[in-house]
């Protein structure tokens, strides 16, 4: 298994610096049907994926493999529509890589959006939920994204997941929820390997060890963040209610969970716009 090193991180980051005249300070990745808020950045620089060396390609519908470089209410962002995910075949370095790009272009603040199966009850399709914590099941199997030789100059050999959603960026997105009247729940995330969704029996399960929302992707972002002392913020747009039961009558789709975007979308953008809107008196 190769493990990308800060040599492929460092070639993908000058790539990228040199294909924009901005300097961003906020990094946002958009999960699977949330990629139009990419078009909201102005003054864009657009890179594809397939240009930026070692950056892992997304072979997924609803990842389009792109990054926008621009502002959204006035503040300078490193937008990723689409990510990679590691059942793609990725190894977790890989996975992590644009996180590390960011990490050495100097963004300090990094926004993780993701497409989630609800697995609280009280949770219905289009709905967000904030991330509160999270439930790192693949990494305790041994697929952790810092697996391998630390470089020191990236993070700690053993850094601290105590507070990995950031508290103030989580206060400041319950303050702009409230204020412009957007559902915004607060849950524990739980990342699986997939690609298959889970069965109900699995629903059972992560239910009961305490998980509110549930998906493929984000934790192994959130970890290598937070080893690179980036701040953290966290949302899930409930895209399907989980089924826990094999008696169900209905299934499970990737259709489902883009068009459940076309929900979500409007009010991740909102959220977002005001939280970007309030950053410079925290950050």
Not at 73 to 79: N, Y
Not at 196 to 214: K, Q
Not at 225 to 253: F, K, W
Request: with cysteine.
């Amino acid at each position: 298994m190769h493990i990308f090193t800060r040599a492929e991180f460092e070639a993908a980051a000058a790539t990228v610096s040199k294909r924009t005249k901005h300097q961003p300070r906020v990094g946002v990745v958009l999960g699977s049907g949330l990629g139009d808020l990419a078009e909201a950045v102005e003054q864009a620089d657009v890179i594809p994926y397939d240009d930026i060396p070692h950056w892992p390609r997304s072979t997924v519908a609803g990842h389009s493999g792109k990054l926008h470089i621009g502002y959204l209410e006035g503040q300078a962002v490193m937008v990723m529509r689409g990510r990679a995910h590691y059942y793609e075949g990725y190894p977790m370095s890989q996975v992590t890589l644009p996180i590390r790009v960011m990490q050495l272009m100097g963004i300090r603040i990094v926004i993780l959006t993701n497409a989630a199966g609800g697995l609280n009850r009280n949770f219905r399709a289009g709905d967000l939920m904030l991330i509160t914590d999270h439930i790192n099941l693949i990494g305790m199997a041994g697929h952790n994204p810092l697996r391998g030789p630390n470089d020191e100059t990236l993070g700690t050999r053993f850094p601290d997941m105590s507070q990995v959603y950031d508290p103030e960026l989580r206060r400041l997105a319950l303050e702009v929820a409230r204020e412009a009247n957007i559902p915004l729940w607060e849950g524990v995330y739980i990342c699986l390997a997939g690609p298959s969704f889970e069965t109900p029996a699995d629903i059972r399960f992560l239910r009961l060890i305490g998980a509110d929302a549930v998906g493929m992707s984000t934790v192994p972002e959130a970890t290598v963040a937070r080893h690179g002392s980036m701040r953290v913020l966290g949302i899930s747009g409930i895209s399907n209610v989980a089924i826990d039961t094999p008696d169900a009558e209905r299934e499970t789709t990737h259709e489902e969970v883009l068009q459940a975007g076309q929900i979500i979308v409007p009010r991740l953008e909102k959220l977002l716009r005001g939280v970007l809107q309030r950053l410079p008196s925290i950050d």
